[in-house]
């Protein structure tokens, strides 16, 4: 009956007192009285939004419905000291509050216009009054169906005392009030009071439950509503729910790893929910020979879907809720997002260390069982489950509070930077503001990023060149000049495979990605590359990386040096190899280094295209902490000044790991300083977009997910706060306070036209972001990024506008144009 909504913020939010849980942005409220003498309909507030809020008791949730004022309204009606006198809810004139109970028959439907009508009795008032809210044209009836679902989970919890995540769709069934007489039409907007003469017509109550079933659409009232013959072009309401694709054939089944039944949904696209496909499915995971893996999904009616066990289905569990999410892709790269509920914990508990297993054998090509030990096992699976943390209502005051110093601090710092107050600006011409974008000639792009901490500049590649940009007191970006041509000492010119700024931003270290075995000093004050460093003549540098956190800003001359196979130091005042042989650490097995990073102390943190990590506090020894790999290659590394947490990229997800033992003989201690205990590993937490939006990012771009090396806010003194990376044109942060508190919506976005190339945040501050596109650099604010929507990942308008502050926008103009 119900929708499934596990996205919303009630499924798997936190538990504030006065969160709103789900809302409809816009509509109007009505008093309908079909047998009063008093009158037929009163419109009570014209333009309204309704919610779905928690109170301060447990199990105990409001309906509220609140008054918009257009401009200068609220100031007009208070000097006509107008006074609110409807009968029934409690709240004063701008808002309506209900406590939501059964007694009130909230209902919903749609009327003949295809709008979304909630209906509940007024309590106070005659036999037969209602209170009806009618939704706006622009609400979509899905929106509309996932705030009858959670009206009904409210209703339950309140009737029963007892969390919704207990109820079945039976259960809900006794909130949807179907035996009630049809609702009746309320007054439209413009004609306030009105009586009736005709009956709604069958299509003007239908259930908002039948736009859950895919199967209906083909109905005629359903098709009259979806298409409706109307010349007003907004009230046209695109009805048709996702389609699940044409499954693919099963291949022959070999070993079978798990075997489980299952209720399957599949989130749709347009109402942001997953819609209940079938009750009964079975799902499957069986080796199909040469490390590959299938997973299968079938009902009684038919073959569902099937596709190998890859990382990119992007496995999610919940043992909250007994779900386990995923992707799924077909031919043709469309991505759609699945979602399996299992009816009890060890159900899904076999299932999913079926899907692990098969997953980790295809990534490492070694048995399960014969590899990993129990203790890994568990961190194996740990870092795919989806991590549930009890928010308090301070934690969220903390955070609110948070919010408000940054702003007041960003309004501090502009006032300074300009003598006064921010001012709103808004562009008026932008067609003077558009910039050319043109490419090199030889078709280079922008390709990597260095961010100043010395001097306020941001240094970018493209090709062999280098464009310095510099950063503004008011947080923008100036070009400054460009380095032409770089080239060896010997005047051949190469275009830098890797770059680090180095000894206070004096100078750049780059590498010539057709000489592993050399590095190159670039004088950043000359503009030109004066040394060339011969590392090893038998010992490649495929990885370098500072001696400590912040050892860009002094002048320390010696840094790090990986090979695939081992860890040395770098000192460029040695005469002849610059590698020292007393801290060379070089292992006999190949462990192919891929990342590395260093703490404020120097501890070492080196990971690998196997996907595990380790853990150092000196160069030349054996690690102190040994991670087990997940499987997939880690292609970026960072720690935080502290060493307290490593931040692991794959190309999928980022892997969270707090290196601080909180038991045992080393409690205290990070695994940087002393191993853990074998049976004590730390618990990884898998930061990564939701399965649903995943799939909504590729239904948007047609790009698979393939993250940047993501990277902490950093700067000495500054705690480490957010974290950032990019995927195609989508730049990405995640809240750290979010996801040490487990919030189901700790990372916000920005997208961009492109693809994003290179990305990190400015040094001290995790408030502006500096950003590489193909032909273009700019400096966005972080306040600027949006909690992922629809809106917000669909493709941005032709000429993009940038958010900046209060109100105030910047155009094209403000991203700096970069073919230098």
């Not at 099937?306 to 496995?315: E, F, L, M, R």
């Not at 992707?327 to 469309?334: E, L």
């Amino acid at each position: 009956m119900f929708a499934l909504k596990s996205l919303s913020s009630y499924l798997f939010g936190n538990s504030s007192k006065g969160e709103n849980i789900v809302e409809l942005p816009a509509g109007a409220l009505f008093l309908v009285r079909p047998d009063s003498i008093k009158g037929y309909s009163e419109l009570l507030f014209k333009d309204a939004a309704a919610y779905i809020r928690r109170t301060g008791q447990d199990f105990q949730y409001q309906l509220v419905v609140q008054r918009a004022y257009e401009e200068g309204e609220a100031e007009l009606l208070a000097e006509e000291g107008e006074e609110d006198e409807v009968e029934g809810g409690l709240g004063d004139k701008d808002e309506k509050t209900f406590l939501l109970d059964e007694e009130l028959h909230f209902r919903a439907s749609l009327n003949e216009d295809g709008q979304t009508v909630l209906a509940w009795r007024d309590l106070s008032g005659d036999q037969g009054d209602l209170f009806e809210f009618v939704a706006d044209a622009s609400v979509r009836p899905e929106t509309a169906a996932s705030f009858e679902l959670v009206a009904a989970q409210c209703q339950y919890e309140r009737k029963y005392r007892k969390p919704h995540q207990q109820a079945s769709e039976q259960d809900l069934q006794e909130f949807a009030f179907e035996d009630e007489p049809p609702i009746p039409e309320a007054s439209p907007v413009s004609t306030p009071v009105r009586s009736p003469t005709t009956s709604p017509s069958p299509a003007a109550t239908r259930s908002l439950n039948d736009i859950r079933d895919p199967d209906n659409i083909s109905d005629p009232d359903m098709a009259r509503i979806s298409a409706k013959e109307s010349a007003t072009p907004q009230k046209q309401i695109e009805q048709t729910p996702t389609k699940a694709p044409a499954a693919c054939a099963a291949p022959e089944s070999r070993e079978i790893l798990t075997k489980e039944q299952a209720e399957l949904h599949l989130f749709d696209f347009q109402s942001g929910t997953f819609i209940l496909q079938d009750e009964d499915v079975q799902a499957e995971v069986f080796e199909v020979g040469s490390w590959n893996y299938w997973l299968q999904i079938s009902g009684d009616r038919k073959q569902w879907l099937g596709q190998g066990v890859v990382p990119d289905i992007n496995p999610v569990f919940n043992f909250e809720y007994l779900s386990f999410i995923f992707n799924h892709y077909t031919d043709d790269g469309s991505a759609y997002s699945w979602l399996l509920k299992f009816k009890d914990r060890e159900t899904e508990e076999r299932f999913q260390e079926g899907l692990m297993q098969a997953l980790w054998e295809h990534l490492n090509q070694t048995k399960w069982q014969k590899a990993v030990k129990d203790a890994e096992r568990d961190y194996v699976l740990d870092a795919f489950n989806d991590l549930v943390l009890e928010d308090s209502t301070r934690d969220d005051e903390r955070e609110r509070e948070a919010a408000e110093e940054d702003g007041e601090e960003e309004e501090e710092e502009y006032e300074d930077a300009h003598g006064g107050p921010r001012q709103e600006e808004y562009d008026d011409d932008e067609e003077e503001d558009e910039v050319d974008l043109g490419r090199d000639a030889d078709g280079n792009v922008n390709s990597q990023l260095a961010v100043g901490s010395k001097v306020d500049r941001s240094f970018v590649v493209r090709g062999d060149k280098i464009g310095v940009f510099k950063h503004t007191p008011d947080n923008h970006l100036e070009f400054s000049t460009s380095i032409n041509k770089v080239a060896t000492p010997k005047g051949k010119a190469f275009a830098p495979k890797k770059v680090m700024l180095h000894a206070g931003d004096r100078d750049m270290v780059l590498q010539n990605e057709h000489d592993p075995n050399s590095l190159y000093r670039m004088d950043l004050e000359y503009g030109k590359v004066v040394d060339e460093w011969k590392v090893h003549d038998d010992i490649p540098v495929h990885v370098y990386a500072p001696e400590n956190k912040f050892a860009q800003q002094t002048d320390e001359q010696t840094f790090l040096g990986l090979s695939k196979n081992a860890l040395y130091r770098i000192d460029p005042r040695l005469a002849g190899s610059k590698l020292v042989d007393s801290e060379l650490k070089q292992y006999t097995s190949k462990n192919d280094f891929s990342a590395a990073a260093t703490t404020e102390k120097g501890y070492i943190a080196v990971a690998s295209n196997k996907g595990d990590i380790r853990m150092f506090d000196r160069l030349g020894i054996n690690a102190k902490t040994a991670l087990p790999a997940l499987g997939d290659p880690i292609i970026g590394l960072d720690v935080s000044a502290d060493g307290r947490w490593v931040l692991a990229t794959t190309r999928t997800y980022l892997l969270l790991i707090d290196s601080l033992q909180k038991e045992g003989k080393n409690e205290g201690k990070l695994g940087f300083e002393k191993a853990f205990a074998k049976d004590n590993k730390p618990q990884p937490r898998r930061l990564a977009l939701t399965p649903a939006h995943v799939a909504q990012f590729q239904h948007e771009t047609k790009q698979p997910l393939a993250f940047t090396p993501a990277r902490f806010n950093t700067g000495e003194g500054k705690e480490e706060t957010t974290i950032i990376t990019a995927t195609g044109p989508f730049v990405v942060t995640w809240s750290l306070k979010k996801v040490l508190q487990g919030r189901k919506d700790p990372y916000s976005i920005k997208r961009y036209s492109e693809e994003i190339k290179a990305d990190n945040f400015r040094w001290g501050s995790d408030k502006n972001i500096v950003v590489a596109l193909p032909n273009e650099v700019d400096m966005v604010a972080r306040r600027a990024l949006q909690r992922p929507t629809r809106e917000s990942i669909m493709a941005p308008p032709a000429t993009p506008r940038r958010k900046t502050g209060r109100g105030s926008y910047l155009s094209k103009s403000d991203i700096v144009n970069s073919p230098y």
